[in-house]
């Protein structure tokens, strides 16, 4: 009899895996919330997974050609924070929007919002290439790379800086997806681009067969043919007129009244997210102090960090759609509910992910490079970082559901307080004053982070996210 029923629940469970794969079900109003979470979440971490597996895939291979190129990659990936941060803030913004319509069944104008913010995408992207074309020397030295890195290795942030429209694009469209509560197409998109990325690496970077041997540069350009794959498979589904959120061409004409509700939306989004990533940038000239070696284990932990980041910011996005769906439709203790539910999930995963790094992080920063200083400075950045991890569970997930509901100025100001008056300075006290070098910069992340998720929980039980209207 036990065994019938274990038969059952094991029947049940991938015939609900296999409905999150398909994206059967696009309405999350009614219904369990459990059901709704894992429906959403399982194909929004697997897109999570599939995009920190470019960077991982990435940083295996360029660690093979020097530190020197990989300190490269980790210098240039701090730089395009900004990009993500708009890109982010984009895709945050038309997900609360779409949400909110999809909600409200107003399809038409959710539509209308994809086209929007596909054009507003599009001219930031044309205003950062032209930056990143003409300087990326500067950009390097001003990241604390040395003059043999800037020297030999410029192309390789010129070229990523300067193709980043499929960057913002497929965070953008992901975003659509996500609103829309089609979050498995999002998924597929990554699927086929880092198959193709994950084909070309190496060889384009090690120059296998009649490959020509490009080195780093190899990693820039199967990373931008695979994304910009990723972004043709997009605008096919968006186009296609399949899902909830259908595109044409006529739709592509500036609405102001649209574009203005995006941008306030977005705004506050793009500003926390630009918050944390010239924090980031400042972190990371701090560790470029010590040296390019000592860099690039620090890169290459930090992309082994983002691996495992990554598939919780899926189960945190599923709560922002869950949060602006169930507002839409009138559910705000719904929307409630979800979202601590979500962030008890991601409380489990980084747990779990925090004894693995405590006894395998060597492990780990061996299998993608030899070198020692690399390894001894990338262990320790991931051993005092998983100290910190279960508080970065509900930091995650509740500034993601802030998100959701279109209240994007809390999680700024948050950021703000918790980002540039708190982790900035005592990191730099740290490594400058109590000269604790770069063990100071990564106390400092986990003591942010920890601030971060305390005042997330404290304001998000008063419950004003619920009154915001968009």
Known sequence: MTGSI?????????????????????????GSIDRAIFLLAVPMVLEMVLESLFALVDIYFVNKVSPDAAATVGLTESSLTILYSIAWGLAMGATALIARRAGEKDFKTASSVAAQVIMIATAFSILISIFGILFPKEILRFMGADANVVNEHYGFTQLMLGSNIVIMLLFVNNGIFRGSGDASVAMK??????????????????????????????AAVSTTIGRGCGVIFQFYHLFAGKDLVKLSIKQFKADLVLIRNLLNTSSGAMFQFLIGSCSWIFLAKLVAESG???????????????????????????????????????????????????????????????????????????????????????????????????????????????????????????????????????????????????????????????????????????????????
């Open 189 to 218: 998109a990554l699927i086929f681009s880092n198959i193709i990325n994950i084909i070309l690496d190496p060889l384009l970077i090690m120059g296998y067969g009649p490959f020509p041997k490009m080195g780093l540069m190899g």
């Open 6 to 30: 274990n038969q059952d629940t094991k029947t049940s469970f991938f015939k609900l895996f296999k409905q999150a794969l398909r994206g059967d079900v696009k309405d999350f109003t009614t």
């Open 292 to 470: 390019m070696q000592a860099t690039s284990g620090y890169f290459t932990a930090i992309r082994i960090c983002m691996f495992t980041i990554l598939p919780a910011w899926g189960i945190a996005n599923a709560a922002a759609t869950l949060t602006g769906q169930n507002l839409g439709a009138g559910h705000p203790e719904r929307a409630e509910k979800s979202v601590w539910r979500s962030a008890f999930l991601a409380l489990c995963f980084f747990a779990l992910v925090a004894l693995v790094f405590f006894f395998f992080g060597e492990t780990f920063m061996r299998f993608f490079t030899s070198n020692e200083l690399a390894v001894t400075e990338g262990t320790r950045c991931l051993h005092i970082l998983a100290i910190g991890y279960m508080f970065f569970a509900y930091g995650m997930v509740l500034t993601q559901a802030f998100n959701g509901a279109g209240d994007s100025k809390t999680p700024t100001y948050i950021n703000l307080f918790v980002f540039w008056m708190l982790q900035i300075p005592m990191a730099y006290l740290l490594v400058t004053y109590l000269k604790m070098g770069t063990t100071g910069v990564y106390v400092a992340i986990n003591i942010a982070e920890t601030v971060l998720a305390i005042i997330s929980i404290i304001i998000f039980r008063k419950g004003r996210w619920k009154l915001v209207k968009v």
